[in-house]
């Protein structure tokens, strides 16, 4: 499902919800989130964001917001003794470009022009979502659960899993869906693969190969991990840009990007998962 704001409604955001750490198949059906349906000729990156190019810090990072709707929350007092958001935010919206993107010339031309993310902390249930706003979808708001924050144990692994969370929902504002075609199993595989690749697995996370390749989340990010392994760095940013450039239609999508089937793949991913005493019913 994809959710596109509507200028004449009130915001409902449903878009994407992360499983809570403590019990990830408990969360919703992974859906496809409001990526803006642009291709390189409307991607261009305006003049203003490229001026904010840091010292090292090659990608032009959009405006970063914060709005905490309830400090009296417990949660808001841990979010904030937790991280320094600012800095957080920051080096996250870098690492999320970096593992999609090449360089920052590449991004250029390739990459959605988000120009602001508002992170949002309020009370509500599931874990986090990210959406367009109202009026613009290359300003993103990302709503992420007070209780949430609240509930994390132990508090050892709030900087980590505060850290995780916010990098899988900045995936969904710098990835491509194929205009809105992608399975949400892949959307969510994306974006879990690059808090793997960042480091910010949780603990509970553990290579398994029951089900279906597109089951989303660390599943499909290890699935996809094992590709990008077998065909070099850069397989998973090969993918986000073949979703950038044509609507996804799986037996040509993965044929004409690693020769042969998904399902062939996933195939070899288990026998090589099993044959290192993995668990495999594929
Ligand atoms: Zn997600």
């Known amino acids: 499902m994809t959710v596109r704001p509507q200028v004449t409604q009130a915001p409902k955001p449903s878009a994407v919800f992360t499983p809570p750490a403590s019990s990830p198949d408990d969360g919703p059906a992974p859906s496809a989130v409001p990526i803006p349906d642009r291709t390189a000729e409307s991607a261009d990156t ?36 937790s991280i320094n958001i600012s800095t957080v935010f920051s080096a996250a919206v870098q690492n999320v470009q970096r593992l999609l993107y090449r360089s920052p010339s590449e991004r250029h031309t390739t990459c959605p022009p988000t120009r602001s993310v508002t992170l949002i902390l309020r009370d509500m249930g599931g874990v986090a979502y990210t959406t367009g706003t109202e009026l ?29 969370v916010l990098t899988h929902e900045l995936v969904h504002c710098y990835q491509w869906d194929a205009r809105g075609s992608c399975p949400g199993g892949l959307i969510e595989g994306i974006a879990d693969w690059v808090r793997l690749n960042c480091d910010l697995s949780p603990p509970h996370w553990k290579r398994e190969v029951d089900g279906d390749w597109d089951r989303g989340y660390q599943h499909t990010a290890y699935f996809l991990q094992y590709l990008e392994t077998r065909f070099g760095e850069g397989t998973v940013r090969r993918v986000n ?42």
Do not use: M
């Open 46 to 81: 305006p003049a203003d964001s490229a001026s904010k190019l840091g010292k090292g810090d090659p990608f032009p990072q959009p405006r970063l917001r914060l709005e905490i709707r309830d400090l009296d929350h417990p949660g808001s007092s841990k979010f904030l003794s």
């Open 136 to 164: 613009d979808p290359d300003h993103k708001e990302i709503h992420f659960s007070l209780s949430y924050i609240n509930g994390i144990n132990p508090p050892s692994r709030l900087t980590a899993e505060i850290t995780g």
């Open 241 to 282: 840009d073949k979703l950038r450039l044509h609507k996804y239609d799986a037996k040509p999508f993965w044929t004409e990007l690693l020769g042969r089937p998904v399902e062939q793949l996933y195939g070899d991913y288990c026998s090589t998962e099993e044959a290192e005493g993995g668990k495999s019913s594929c």
